[in-house]
């Protein structure tokens, strides 16, 4: 079974910082473009940041810019997602999807989410 789980998640103050990590199971992330998303409560799904397979190329939504960072480790199948400045804006599900094109189109799997809630 094709399976994605995220990790990570929690209750943070604003401006503290979180890792979120997302590992696969079943299959290998070496093939494919990873995407983070992010659902808060009455909004829209949202991406927030995307790296390639190589982990050579990486974007991020202008909402977080400068204060994510993507990146991956093939060799433990496994992305992560730093966190830090966070703002109660960044309240939200996380979730990540294995995408066939970069930088995430025709989404092949996807996690369940981990819960970020960023409060004082």
């Known amino acids: 079974q094709l399976q994605l789980v995220e990790s990570g998640g929690g209750l943070v103050q604003p401006g503290g910082s979180l890792r979120l990590s997302c590992a696969a199971s079943?299959?290998?992330?070496?093939?494919?473009?990873i995407g983070w998303f992010r659902q808060a409560p009455g909004k829209e799904r949202e991406g927030v940041s995307y790296?390639?397979?190589?982990?050579?190329?990486?974007t991020y939504a202008d909402s977080v810019k400068g204060r994510f960072t993507i990146s991956r480790d093939n060799a433990k199948n496994t992305v992560y997602l730093q966190m830090n400045s966070l703002k109660p804006e960044d309240t939200a599900v996380y979730y990540c999807?294995?995408?066939?094109?970069?930088?995430?189109?025709?989404?092949?799997?996807w996690g369940q989410g981990t819960l970020v809630t960023v409060s004082s």
């Open positions: 999807a294995a995408c066939q094109y970069y930088p995430c189109t025709n989404l092949k799997v």
């Open positions: 079943g299959f290998t992330l070496d093939y494919y473009n």
């Open positions: 790296i390639s397979s190589s982990g050579g190329s990486t």
